[in-house]
């Protein structure tokens, strides 16, 4: 009886020994060509796949910061109207670009009737946007504060100035019906001649503030008590917070008793 | 480390980052057993050929998205047997017959030194082809029956059976040429 285990052994071996076939030298040679120009290959989708992992490794890294607020500040570096787009889209619903528009309509209006410096001082308002973002102040108007706004003007406060330029060159664009003009006109009317009614700017009150105080001064060391009185009740009639220094209030009271 | 000692899937992995010499040491490893798992199982040889280059073909643009899954035999073997299943195998009857008359009585070939190969050449090409293909995996590789099944898609105790029926069929096939193992052996010591 044969051995089963010999009979493996004896296919095994008479396997080995028929197998002689090889793969043909041009054959081989091809395959190794290709191999060789296919590495770069390998190496460009592997790279691909690696900037992919990186990419989404970036994604996800970016969605936990802006979903926990890592570090609580929030405002910086991201913009709050691509994180917040419900805020965005109540800042930009059909009646603020209106009010906008009166608002640009009034400030036009306002420099049609000034003069030349007048008209720079637009031109400085428009690259300082407070101005036309929000209703202007009557102190605003001044020179010294336009000065300012042009020295010291932030990449926030230039990109709102165009975001609302564009906005209301919109507003301006699509008001075409004369009744809405009558009614923007009639508006700003009222807001020049409310401006023109308005006490001077803040910097001007303490200025002339000041000057009387000197006034006073200088008429007590004059040893003109009634003028300087005159001028001390002026001046606490004009600018009541106005710090009167101790000396020029006590001086005056002396005075006023003597004169009594 | 030297490239003649590396396994294979460091070797594909270093091919995958650029490295030109591994596949060149991968392929001189394994191209010939490739190569007869391909050519014994299509007998028209410019198809082999060609199903052989384009397993290469597939195994080199696949090496960037190689991983560790499996063994690389596993791997490549399993491209090999998609390519010979989708180009030839539905074309190939199963059970050729074939006249074994005139090949038995020739002679001339008994004593031939190459008649062995051929006998067993013959045998084989009488195996049914999914027999046929785990025979030639077991004889060219060291997958394990466990990696057959994997290659050839088939469960385990499918692949046993299979080489079991494999081996018996060629053993009955060969003692008609006179060849057993203890034929074997003596032939090998008279020639010898």
Partial sequence: ?260 | MDHLTKADELLMFDYAKGDAVSFEVLYLRHKDALYRYVVRQVSDLDLAHDLYQECWSRIIKAAASYTHGSKWTTWAYRIAHNLVVDHYRGLKPVDAEVDTESFLHSPDRIHDQGVLSEQIKYCMARLPAVQLETFILTQETDLTLKMISEVVDASHEAVKTRLRYARKALQDCLVKFGLGPMKASTDSGTRG
């Fill in chain 1, 1 to 260: 009886m044969i051995n089963k285990d010999s009979e493996d052994e004896f296919l095994d071996k008479l396997y080995a020994r028929s197998a002689n076939e090889k793969p043909p030298a041009d054959l081989d040679k091809k395959i190794l060509e290709e191999a060789k120009n296919n590495r770069h290959f390998n190496l460009f989708s592997m790279t691909i796949k690696f900037q992919r992992i990186l990419s989404v490794a970036a994604v996800m890294v970016l969605s936990v910061y802006i979903f926990f607020d890592v570090g609580g500040n929030r405002s910086t570096g991201i913009d709050e109207a691509l994180l917040y787009p419900q805020k965005s889209k109540l800042r930009s619903s059909p009646a603020v670009p209106h009010a906008e528009s009166i608002r640009i309509n009034d400030a036009v209006d306002d420099i049609s009737e000034s003069n030349a410096n007048d008209q720079n001082l637009w031109k400085s308002d428009i690259a300082s946007p407070k101005s036309l973002s929000s209703p202007i102040p009557p102190f605003q108007k001044s020179d010294t504060d336009v000065e300012y706004g042009l020295n010291k003007p932030s990449v926030r406060n230039i990109a709102e100035g165009i975001e609302t330029k564009n906005e209301s060159n919109d507003a301006l664009s699509t008001d075409k019906e004369t009744t809405l003009k009558d009614v923007v006109k009639s508006i700003n009317q009222k807001q020049v001649a409310k401006r023109r009614m308005a006490p001077s700017s803040e910097p001007e009150m303490l200025t002339q503030a000041e000057d009387m105080l000197n006034e006073i001064e200088r008429l007590l060391a004059n040893e003109e008590p009634e003028e300087a009185n005159k001028l001390y009740r002026k001046l606490k009639l004009l600018f009541p917070a106005y710090p009167i220094p101790n000396f020029v209030a006590d001086s005056i009271e002396d005075d006023k008793n003597i004169l009594d």
